[in-house]
């Protein structure tokens, strides 16, 4: 099954991308709007790392965003539909799935910042993390953005396991479902510890007027 699902994500990236692409562009994701955007790209710019990596760049917003207050950006991702749309935006980008890279991660050379914004959807992520260890710097950062546990939860309850996002809200412009790997929190900071890094800050970016929580931001380092 998690075979499947990898080869389901995958392609949920490639078939979505034109959809994908517009709502980012056109501002149509309400939570990135209020917060999630914002709080992303404040936790980079509070470190002012030299060099970053964007790992799961998708259409390339973030790169571009940290580019323009002076930062060395480089972002990879694994649709080349979604990489063909970011570097014609302008910007370095390099079509890469997560398997090739941890095969020779040397090839981008060495980060000060790593940063997996909403991108980080397979269950077995342990040799990713590793690896992306490896290329930072002496005292490089990881950051990681994705959804909150509590209020991703679903009717699956608060327990790790695969689920399914069928885009109903975007009307049939995602044509494919995508499959990710719900994690309780726990479940996070068990990873990145067993992974190497040590957990500097939690943060839970919120709606500005209900005061839910709309992300789960953990900033972690080698």
Known sequence: MTGDNR??????????????????????????QLATDQAIVDAVLTHRPLRVLDLGCGEGWLSRALVAHGLAVLGIDASPPLVAAAQAAGGEFRCLDYTTFQADPGQLGCFDAVVCNFSL????LQPLLVTLREQLTSDGLLLIQTVHPWQARGDQGYRDGWRREDFAAFEGE???PMP????????WCAL???????????REPVHPHTGEPLSLLLEARK
């Open 7 to 32: 080869k389901q994500l995958d392609h949920s990236w490639r078939a979505n991308a034109s959809g994908w692409t517009r709502a980012v562009r056109e501002s149509r994701i309400e939570s990135r």
């Open 121 to 124: 959807f397979e269950e077995h």
């Open 174 to 176: 995602f044509p494919e």
């Open 180 to 187: 990710w790997y719900f994690r309780t929190l726990e479940s």
């Open 192 to 202: 990145l510890l067993v992974s190497g890094y040590r957990i500097e800050a939690l």
